[in-house]
């Protein structure tokens, strides 16, 4: 993988909310990080602060602005989602490598109380 090759990641990836009257999981952290600016990653793992019912649970990944057109409009990208190794986690895993630009992480997380959650993605 090419260091030249650089993808940065929003903070849409770690400003996912969801809501709920009862426990919800809450993300507690991502690999990479959000807005940070890295090689290109094999995966994207989003951790949680509750275990994951995979069922129910998901994530797309959208690339928000690739690097010389400065009107790009926002690209869904294939990526397969799995659980992590860890029940709290979930992996988002691209089916190309990445080409350098920047990303958005919208995902929903539901927890054994099965409640179905919005996520809210506020805008840059």
Known sequence: MSILNKAIL??????????SAMAHPELK????????AVAAPEKIQLNFSENLTVKFSG????????KGMSSHSPMPV???????ADPKSMVIIPREP???????????????????LP????LQ
């Not at 929003?10 to 809501?19: D, I, Q, R």
């Not at 996520?119 to 506020?122: D, G, K, Q, W």
């Open 29 to 36: 952290s991502s690999v990479p990080q959000a807005d940070s």
């Open 78 to 84: 294939a990526a397969k989602v799995a659980p992590g």
């Open 10 to 19: 929003t903070g849409g990836l770690v400003m996912g909310v969801a809501f």
């Open 98 to 116: 990445l080409p350098a630009g920047t990303y958005r992480v919208d995902w929903r997380a539901v927890s054994s109380d099965t409640h179905l």
């Open 59 to 66: 994530a797309k990944l959208t690339m928000t602005g690739m």
């Open 119 to 122: 996520v809210i993605t506020p």
